[in-house]
């Protein structure tokens, strides 16, 4: 007899045949254990990868950031002409494009925090079973 989800009814198995279906239970809760962990590992390494680029891109911006202000000080001081806003205005624009960058690039590696660690499903599964006997 089967339950409305597929499962079978276990109710009227005996006692032998239920302690004999442990190892397989054991196994295959270890499979999904592992399996959980793969891919935990996979995702987590997907987003430490994607933020590393955020991040990278955004110090790439910075880096051009300096010329920028570089490129103020000089206009600025040189001239004292309309030249220097438009050199503020290009900082500026750097400026703001880099903290973007690097707001993607965070926002991308706290996903990692959020995540949940299989390992920390398993430790409480062997301290249920270790409560269990």
Known sequence: MSTPRGFKDRADDSLFTLVGDVPELVRNLVV???DAGKAWVKRTGKDAGIG???IIAALFFLFWAIAALLAFA???FASWMPLWGAALLVFGIIIVT???LALIGVMRFRRITKTTNPAQSIATDVKEIRNEF
């Open 32 to 34: 999904a254990e592992v």
């Open 52 to 54: 590393s680029v955020w």
């Open 74 to 76: 000089v206009i600025g």
């Open 98 to 100: 880099t903290i973007l």
